[in-house]
């Protein structure tokens, strides 16, 4: 069913000014953009409900989390440039490891 124009635009202002609750989000408010990405993608898959599901992560099974080592290296070269920025250090101790 198609609603109008003016329609629409009401249903929206409503869903975008209440309160949800979101599952493991403090947010309590659905954006406009978000919104209208989610009609979109449910019009362009014709319904289907699964297409709002959220994508499969890239990194599902692998570790996100630095080993020890890297962090204690890490430790000593902010000892060692304590005024660098994070991607130097990332870059210094890539230079080391390949040098060792």
């Known amino acids: 069913m198609d609603l109008d124009r003016g329609e ?3 249903l929206l202002r409503e869903k975008c000014s209440r309160r949800w609750s979101l599952p493991f989000s403090e947010k309590t408010r659905i954006g ?4 209208l990405r989610w009609i979109k993608l449910y019009k362009e898959s014709h319904g289907t409900l699964a297409s709002l599901y959220p994508p499969g992560r890239a990194d599902r099974g692998k570790t996100r989390a630095m080993d020890a080592e890297t962090v204690l290296c890490l430790i000593r070269l902010r000892e060692e440039f304590p005024r660098v920025t994070i991607r130097s250090l990332i870059a210094k101790m890539q230079e080391r490891s390949l040098q060792g």
């Not at 406009?32 to 919104?35: A, P």
């Open 8 to 10: 629409q635009e009401r």
């Open 32 to 35: 406009r953009s978000t919104i």
